[in-house]
């Protein structure tokens, strides 16, 4: 029986290069299945994988924001909290160009451009999350205090 070939990707290298201590998962990825689907495949708590949204403010300044699987963003108190006009997610092509990876496979680790990271609060209230390493259909598992130790993340409340 052959192992599963799992991807080398810049956010598995940057997790490396900081000592993060971090398991890898892998799951069929579906188009457009996002955090419901991954957490399903995996038996996981959905609110536990960590979405990773790629948006812009009106100056089209990036920014990522770390949100709950089973939450959305309120784009319009995110914006209040930052003090500008308003907040639109990224096209997928312009969010790649960013981050270097694909929509469905980005990761707030080894992004090509640095990019301020904002999180949701509560997140680090987890005992662990799921968060993408890099590739569609590949999460890695960590407590949310190295997601924090590594990124230094701005903590916010936008969920809705």
């Known amino acids: 029986m052959s192992k599963e070939k799992i991807p080398t990707t810049p956010a598995i290298l940057a997790l490396k290069a900081k000592g993060a201590y971090f398991s890898l998962h892998t799951y069929a990825y579906e188009e457009k299945g996002g955090t419901r689907v991954s957490s399903a495949k995996l038996g996981v ?7 990773t949204l790629v948006m812009e403010d009106e100056t089209a300044k990036p920014l990522l924001i770390l949100m ?56 680090a209230d987890l005992p662990e999350i799921l968060i993408n390493a890099g590739s569609r259909g590949l999460l890695a598992k960590m407590r949310p205090s190295e997601l924090v130790r590594i990124l230094a993340p701005r903590e916010v409340s936008v969920s809705i």
């Open 68 to 123: 709950h699987g089973d939450k959305e963003v309120s784009t319009k108190t995110l914006a209040r909290t930052l003090g500008v006009k308003s907040i639109v997610p990224c096209k997928p092509e312009i969010a790649h160009k960013h981050t270097g990876y694909m929509v469905g496979g980005t990761s707030p680790f080894g992004t090509r451009k640095p990019l301020s990271i904002y999180m949701e609060k509560t997140i």
């Open 45 to 51: 708590d959905e609110h536990c994988v960590i979405k």
